[in-house]
């Protein structure tokens, strides 16, 4: 019989406090990986999910050690190796991909050398034969201009195409094991698509095993082949994808899915009340019984164990639960907290009477022409934004989608004055937002707040959270200081944060838990418009459930407006009032949010919806538009026309698309109307549903 590739044998890991006491952050976890399959790794951000991951790469964080168990890959015990069969470890036998790109990538080093040199060193491959590798990976990877790529420093990629590199260079190194923590949570979804099916490919042709950490369990459910859920440190449910999915057995799992957005519903989706334990609490029963619905005396008074409810070759199915046979004939629908249905939509372009934030023809351009180019007169490159029209209602939702390189962003930044428009104008009520945040009032800085996509570079590392939240506290209010306490406690609570992280530092926070300090600090200022620039793409679904709960609580008591921008097409149909698609930089679609689930759409938003995830395994997405470079917008005509799915011919190439409006008052930027439009997708869908 072959040796499975990874064996985690009752593993604990934990830290020491000063007073001697012993912090669990691992307990007892046991699991086993064969070559060739896929694992999938869910639970809430502090779980201990990362720390597993990490074990087997024998990589531990600082202060933390390894109280009991051991991690085996490819029958080696990972822990008792020296440096040097600990580089060949990392360097050739596990891959590993960390969530936040940035981090992972050298900020002085070119792309290319850093690509090359784990092949150089660990594969002995020459620079000629390395680079050509990588070279292919970045195309497969849909990064643009791959060549051009390689010259370039990281700073100057998005967070998206960082993340893509760092997956890229992973996988040239064709590992027997690759763990990924997180991998395409900055992804669009038609880049988190294609890259899925690219790992997917790849690990197949090399026979590579996967670790693949996540809390989208929407994409867990493409990938693995095998599902664990963790919860405070402890494997709580293992079973195969399909049957995990199907017929969940652990209370949490069951929250974990019932925290699931879905692009089908216009209710925002059930959080798991409470929080999980800390790890310095003590426990001698089930961690998860003050959350559970199902909690008896038993459980606050025994720890479970790992009981198993199907066991056949390649189909074991384990969950740690006193009453899981309750749970399991537990047979509802997925409950919802009911909240109403978006407004009626309003025309984006023209009624701008109660506008609290209006957009007139705004570009944004990145370009510095060179004296030489003026002189030569050489034309100009496109602006990343043009002539961008948009009126946000106070105390509306605003969600702007697109794929990565879009000009979301780039929009999100001028508006907070970070990045002055070249053209157009942009206005708060009666008040100019053309000028950079430096010079814009203290008043106008207080109630125009944003979280930034990645909080690690928006949060002072030698701050406590409770000193971060006291920041804007203190600038824009006069209080006393049990007055700044009492609100920090609150404002903690409000993103489900326990009172004890108000003296930790960023660092000692998982992704989700910086995130969510982030959005707290925001609110610390009383805003009238909040900028969310993909500020749940890293939540785990039940923390980003209690997140959007928030934020619609927030703007429904006080009004609150929303410029919201995420690649989670599901978020966008939960939270949003209306909807603005953009392609380069160019607007194509605007409307209600509802029609998202009604014919008809853009061609490009028709592209966004087939990418869509689905929460069911074997439910791959449609990858519609066609896969070509498309690293600027053309200089005439449609500017979608090289992928266009729908493609007329020299009318798309050669003449700018015309608006039209559907009896919704749902706007399209096409050459086809939204008629035809309609009739063509609808009678697509119906040949689709025939095959199937």
């Given at each position: 019989m072959n040796q499975p590739l990874v064996q985690v044998e009752q593993l604990s890991i934990g830290y020491t406090t000063r007073q001697g006491a012993v912090r669990p952050v691992l307990r007892d976890v046991s699991l086993t990986l064969e070559r060739g399959t896929t694992l999938g790794l869910v639970g809430e951000s502090g779980c201990g999910k990362s720390t597993l991951s990490m074990s087997l790469l024998a990589h531990l964080r600082s202060g933390s050690r390894v109280f009991g168990g051991q991690v085996q890959v490819n029958g080696t015990n990972v822990f008792a190796l020296d440096r040097t069969a600990l580089e060949q470890l990392r360097g050739r036998q596990v891959g590993f991909v960390p969530q936040n790109a940035s981090q992972a990538l050298t900020?002085?080093?070119?792309?290319?050398?850093?690509?090359?040199?784990?092949?150089?060193?660990?594969?002995?491959?020459?620079?000629?034969?390395?680079?050509?590798?990588?070279?292919?990976?970045?195309?497969?990877?849909?990064?643009?201009?791959?060549?051009?790529?390689?010259?370039?420093?990281?700073?100057?990629?998005?967070?998206?195409?960082?993340?893509?590199?760092?997956?890229?260079?992973?996988?040239?190194?064709?590992?027997?094991?690759?763990?990924?923590?997180?991998?395409?949570?900055?992804?669009?979804?038609?880049?988190?698509?294609?890259?899925?099916?690219?790992?997917?490919?790849?690990?197949?042709?090399?026979?590579?095993?996967?670790?693949?950490?996540?809390?989208?369990?929407?994409?867990?459910?493409?990938?693995?082949?095998?599902?664990?859920?963790?919860?405070?440190?402890?494997?709580?449910?293992?079973?195969?994808?399909?049957?995990?999915?199907?017929?969940?057995?652990?209370?949490?799992?069951?929250?974990?899915l019932a925290s699931l957005p879905r692009i089908t519903q216009t209710t925002l989706p059930r959080p798991i009340p409470g929080h999980p334990p800390a790890p310095h609490e003590a426990r001698a029963a089930c961690a998860f019984a003050p959350r559970c619905a199902f909690a008896t005396q038993q459980c606050q008074n025994e720890v479970p164990a790992l009981s198993t409810v199907e066991q056949s070759p390649g189909r074991m199915h384990q969950v740690r639960c006193h009453h899981w046979q309750h749970v399991i004939q537990y047979e509802a629908t997925i409950p919802h907290n009911g909240r109403s249905a978006p407004r009626e939509p309003v025309d984006t372009l023209h009624d701008r009477t109660h506008a609290l934030l209006t957009l007139q023809d705004v570009a944004v351009t990145y370009a510095r022409p060179r004296l030489l180019d003026r002189l030569r007169q050489r034309p100009q490159p496109p602006a990343t934004v043009e002539r961008v029209s948009l009126a946000v209602q106070r105390g509306e939702t605003l969600a702007l989608v697109g794929e990565s390189g879009s000009g979301k962003t780039t929009l999100l930044r001028a508006v907070a004055g970070l990045k002055s428009p070249s053209a157009g104008n942009i206005t708060f009520g009666d008040l100019d937002l053309t000028i950079p945040v430096d010079r814009r009032s203290r008043e106008i800085r207080r109630v125009i707040q944003i979280?930034?996509?990645?909080?690690?570079?928006?949060?002072?590392?030698?701050?406590?959270?409770?000193?971060?939240?006291?920041?804007?506290?203190?600038?824009?209010?006069?209080?006393?200081?049990?007055?700044?306490?009492?609100?920090?406690?609150?404002?903690?609570?409000?993103?489900?944060?326990?009172?004890?992280?108000?003296?930790?530092?960023?660092?000692?926070?998982?992704?989700?838990?910086?995130?969510?300090?982030?959005?707290?600090?925001?609110?610390?200022?009383?805003?009238?418009?909040?900028?969310?620039?993909?500020?749940?793409?890293?939540?785990?679904?039940?923390?980003?459930?209690?997140?959007?709960?928030?934020?619609?609580?927030?703007?429904?008591?006080?009004?609150?407006?929303?410029?919201?921008?995420?690649?989670?097409?599901?978020?966008?149909?939960?939270?949003?009032?209306?909807?603005?698609?953009?392609?380069?930089?160019?607007?194509?679609?605007?409307?209600?949010?509802?029609?998202?689930?009604?014919?008809?759409?853009?061609?490009?938003?028709?592209?966004?919806?087939?990418?869509?995830?689905?929460?069911?395994?074997?439910?791959?997405?449609?990858?519609?538009?066609?896969?070509?470079?498309?690293?600027?917008?053309?200089?005439?005509?449609?500017?979608?026309?090289?992928?266009?799915?729908?493609?007329?011919?020299?009318?798309?190439?050669?003449?700018?698309?015309?608006?039209?409006?559907?009896?919704?008052?749902?706007?399209?930027?096409?050459?086809?109307?939204?008629?035809?439009?309609e009739q063509r997708q609808t009678a697509e869908a119906s040949l689709a549903f025939a095959r199937d």
């Open positions: 900020p002085t080093m070119r792309i290319g050398a850093q690509a090359t040199e784990s092949l150089t060193l660990h594969r002995g491959l020459d620079t000629a034969a390395a680079h050509q590798r990588v070279t292919e990976l970045f195309q497969r990877m849909r990064l643009p201009q791959p060549e051009a790529l390689l010259q370039r420093y990281p700073h100057e990629l998005s967070g998206g195409q960082q993340q893509r590199v760092v997956i890229a260079m992973a996988l040239a190194r064709q590992p027997d094991l690759l763990v990924l923590d997180e991998p395409t949570t900055g992804l669009d979804v038609t880049t988190q698509a294609h890259v899925l099916h690219l790992l997917q490919t790849i690990t197949h042709e090399y026979g590579m095993t996967m670790l693949y950490v996540s809390h989208d369990l929407e994409v867990v459910a493409q990938v693995s082949d095998l599902v664990a859920v963790m919860y405070a440190g402890e494997v709580v449910e293992m079973a195969p994808v399909d049957r995990l999915f199907s017929q969940p057995c652990h209370p949490y799992t069951l929250g974990l979280i930034f996509q990645n909080p690690d570079a928006s949060l002072n590392p030698r701050q406590t959270v409770g000193q971060i939240l006291q920041q804007p506290l203190r600038l824009y209010f006069d209080r006393d200081p049990a007055q700044y306490q009492e609100h920090i406690r609150l404002l903690l609570e409000q993103v489900r944060l326990a009172p004890h992280y108000e003296r930790r530092f960023p660092s000692q926070l998982s992704g989700g838990e910086k995130q969510r300090v982030a959005i707290a600090r925001a609110f610390a200022a009383n805003p009238e418009l909040v900028l969310c620039d993909e500020v749940t793409s890293a939540l785990d679904v039940s923390v980003q459930s209690a997140v959007l709960e928030v934020l619609t609580d927030l703007q429904n008591r006080q009004g609150v407006t929303y410029l919201f921008i995420t690649h989670n097409l599901a978020v966008v149909r939960a939270i949003a009032d209306r909807v603005a698609v953009l392609y380069h930089g160019r607007l194509c679609e605007v409307g209600a949010v509802a029609q998202l689930a009604a014919a008809p759409w853009h061609p490009y938003t028709e592209t966004l919806l087939g990418a869509v995830l689905a929460p069911e395994p074997g439910a791959p997405p449609r990858l519609l538009a066609r896969d070509v470079p498309d690293p600027a917008p053309p200089a005439r005509g449609c500017p979608f026309q090289r992928r266009c799915p729908r493609h007329l011919g020299p009318i798309c190439n050669e003449d700018p698309p015309p608006w039209h409006t559907t009896d919704s008052g749902q706007r399209i930027l096409c050459h086809i109307a939204p008629h035809d439009l």
